[in-house]
């Protein structure tokens, strides 16, 4: 088993910078793929970012493309997602996923979810 604890959110004015961090402990391995997802009251979980268990592989939606960034530390266990110019839309709440597998932006492919970090862009 993989456990998942993710930290960084909060309330911030729109143009303003927040880094999330997801940590990972218990069965983990550099093999794995993590993501992140958001996910607003009535909506499904929607993808953000995925990075591949070496980190040379990203993908991200096309709505944070240029503005966040996916990274990960495997000495740490952590993967962290830099959100930089952050919008009103970017509002909810924001799971780290994992999967032994490569990425993947279906949220049905992961295996471990964090509980989930909250983050309010207010305009």
Known sequence: QVQLVESGGGLVQAGASLRLSC???????????????????????AFVATISGSGIYTNYAD???????????????????????????????YYCAGRGDGPSSSPLSYDYWGQGTQVTVSS
């Open 23 to 45: 940590a990972a402990s218990g069965r983990t391995s550099s093999n794995y793929a993590m993501a992140w997802f958001r996910q607003v009251p009535g909506k499904e979980r």
């Open 63 to 93: 709505s944070v493309k240029g503005r966040f960034t996916i990274s990960r530390n495997n000495v740490v266990n952590t993967v962290y997602l830099q959100m930089n110019s952050l919008k009103p839309e970017d509002t909810g709440v």
